[in-house]
């Protein structure tokens, strides 16, 4: 006997495309990121803030949320900028060019630019007086000049006037400047560096600087100037964004401290705010405790100012890989209070429960105050505003609820917030209890044939409203997804019903979403689907019967070919089996698979044996699991005989 020849193979190719997919969102105004920090300044008139690129000769101007709204390039090493007090014009110092560079604050368009006579600087600038503020040099020599914007240089006037630090003032490095709009026509100037310890109040209202106050350098007060800050409404100066020292009768004094933190700036209204590591932190005038903490970015603050009118801060801080982005930092003054909320994890539905929590603050909160309620349940999706609870003086609450329906019950308390304090909520969960329901599917284990037509019924029991359910089918293999078959109401029965095509095994579920009162439930089931199958015979010379059983008849030297036609699947294969009839019984010869195309076909040579009066059998078949994949129920064809004669 002769076993199976190699079936003539079938070879299809398959084409790969690749897709390149662009997402795509909601358009968003660009945010300022510069490479190194040239300068940081806010415009009250225009609320814009205005921000210098030392490395690219860029600044940008935003408005108070951050977004690019202007910007302009050619400011060559700029350092530094200031807004005149009518906040039209920007002032940068550009130290590649040696300039004063004046920028319409609408537009950033150039107004004007002011040579500046040195080969070092300007580097720091401040406007006070209606002039511009700009200190130059180098070590040792390092000096006060000024820009009057009022005069025409086709005047005959050079508006830049240099040398202008008071007799008895050195400034041996080029200083950090300062002004407040609370202190018109005052001027503070610090050396820059570890190794500088002077610094100045100079009175700039007159035709020449007049000196105030001024330290020279012994390294007892102050050890390195870094940061100079003129204090609103006193005669102070905060150093390093630390230290308070005070000014009378020409000379400084140090009285008293902050936790510390670079760099700072004073609001108008005497609140400072200090950078410090990945914080920024605001504090009441010659207050130790914080108002507010803001956690800006793991990679420190190169920058801030305050809005003129106390309203945010603005901040560059650093990024992940480089470089720096200005952030805005909303209601600086206000104090962020602590509130907690606590719910029992789980309760009974229509049963009295507790729930108790504390409202704190750094800030003393004032008495008497009144947080709101709101319960969120199934039935109260947008939430039921419940009676306000007063807060005691310790600072705790406590409430009582009879939650109405079950399932996730959140209960949210909200502090308004008042004028020294921002608005804060809290919220807990409660797990409240539902009853459960019956829900049921039949035909659950069952087989049908390919392409069957099958009702499924779900059944469900008592609930409180809901009397939907959605029933799913859920094909076997990854190529098809699970999907909503039907959704609604079951009838006066309880019942809903739906038809699926088997075409695959197929996994059927009917879910419950859950009401008020009663919890929700999903129930599922697994049906099975056979392959549709068939085989055909050729080479065959005819049919005829032996005894009760019709044969496919061939010549001894005739090889039969099996061509079988299966429903398709991607690598599927289909087992052919074949059976000798040998003394009173049929014996198994072999078993092989054989790949489909993809028109579901395989056509197999059995050969030839060469010798007359064998008769045999074949048999197609799909064994799950074995057949090249487990999407549908091993299925079997029934056998066709053959006969070979001479």
Do not use: C
Not at 386 to 402: C, I, Q
Not at 477 to 497: E, F, I, R, Y
């Amino acid at each position: 006997m002769r076993s199976i020849s190699t079936a003539t193979a079938l070879a299809v190719l398959f084409g790969s495309a690749a897709l390149s997919v662009v997402a795509t969102g909601t358009a968003s105004a660009a945010t300022a990121n510069i490479t190194s920090p040239g300068g940081l300044v806010a415009d009250g008139a225009l609320k814009r803030v205005f921000v210098g690129d030392s490395s690219t000769g860029w600044v940008v101007g935003t408005d108070y949320s951050g977004n690019v709204v202007a910007s302009v390039s050619g400011i060559s090493g700029v350092s530094a900028l200031t807004v005149s007090d009518d906040g039209s014009t920007v002032y940068a110092a550009a130290q590649g060019s040696h300039e004063i560079v004046a920028l319409d604050a609408t537009t950033l368009n150039v107004k004007a630019r002011y040579p500046v006579t040195t080969s070092k600087g300007p580097l720091h600038l401040a406007f006070s007086a209606g002039k511009v503020w700009f200190t130059y040099g180098d070590q040792w020599d390092g000096n006060l000049g000024s820009v009057d914007p009022a005069t025409d240089p086709a005047s005959g006037t050079d508006p830049v006037t240099l040398g202008l630090l008071p007799e008895g003032v050195s400034i041996y490095d080029p200083g950090f400047l300062d002004t407040a709009a609370s202190r018109p026509g005052v001027l503070a100037i610090g050396e820059t560096g570890i190794s500088t310890d002077s610094m100045a109040v100079l009175d700039v209202s007159g035709a020449t600087p007049q000196k105030i106050a001024y330290y020279n350098r012994d390294y007892t007060l102050n050890s390195g100037i870094w940061d100079i800050d003129l204090v609103p409404g006193a005669d102070e100066v905060l150093v390093n964004g630390y230290l308070r020292d005070a000014y009378a009768n020409g000379a400084f004094t140090q009285v008293g401290t902050y936790p510390g933190g670079m760099p700072a700036d004073i609001a108008p209204d005497g609140t400072v705010a200090l950078a410090s590591g990945t914080s920024i932190a605001t504090y009441k005038p010659n207050a130790t405790k914080s108002i507010r903490t803001y956690a800006v970015a793991p990679y420190g603050t190169a920058d801030l100012t305050w809005a003129p009118d106390n309203s945010r801060i603005f901040a560059l801080v650093g990024k992940s890989g480089g470089g720096y982005t200005l952030k805005a930092l909303t209601d600086p003054e206000k104090n962020v209070p602590t509130l907690t909320v606590s719910a029992p994890s789980s309760a009974a539905r229509a049963k009295k429960l507790t729930v108790s929590g504390k409202l704190s603050a750094t800030v003393a909160l004032p008495a008497g105050v009144k947080l709101q309620v709101t319960r969120t349940d199934l039935e109260s999706t947008k939430g039921k505003a419940l009676p306000t609870v007063t807060v005691k003086a310790n600072g705790t609450y406590s409430f009582t609820d009879t939650p109405p329906v079950g399932g996730t019950v959140t209960y949210k308390v909200s502090y308004a917030g008042d004028a020294g304090h921002a608005a804060v909520s809290a919220s807990d969960k409660v797990a409240v209890s539902r009853a459960a329901t019956t829900l049921s599917l039949n035909n659950n284990g069952k087989l049908y044939g390919y392409g069957a037509d099958v009702k499924f019924t779900a059944h469900l029991g008592k609930t409180y409203k809901n009397r939907t359910v959605a029933i799913y089918s859920d094909p076997f293999g990854g190529d098809k997804p699970k999907k909503l078959v039907k959704t609604g109401k079951v009838n006066s029965s309880g019942n809903l019903t739906v038809t699926v095509d088997m075409t695959r095994d197929t996994a059927v579920s009917a879910v419950f979403a859950g009401d008020a009162r009663y919890a929700s439930r999903t129930v599922k089931v697994t049906a099975y689907a056979k392959v549709k199958v068939s085989e055909a015979i050729s080479r065959h010379y005819k049919t005829a019967k032996i005894g009760s059983t019709s044969y496919y008849w061939f010549h001894k030297n005739s090889a039969p070919v099996v061509t079988t036609t299966m429903s398709y699947y991607k690598n599927r294969q289909e087992r052919l089996d074949l059976q000798v009839y040998y003394n009173g019984r049929w014996y198994d010869s072999d078993s092989e698979y054989f790949a489909l195309g993809t028109n579901g076909k395989v056509a197999v040579d059995l050969g030839a044996p060469g010798q007359s009066g064998i008769k045999a059998r074949v048999r197609s078949a799909y064994i799950n699991g074995s057949s090249g994949d487990t999407v549908n129920s091993t299925t079997y064809t029934g056998w066709k005989y053959l006969y070979f004669s001479n």
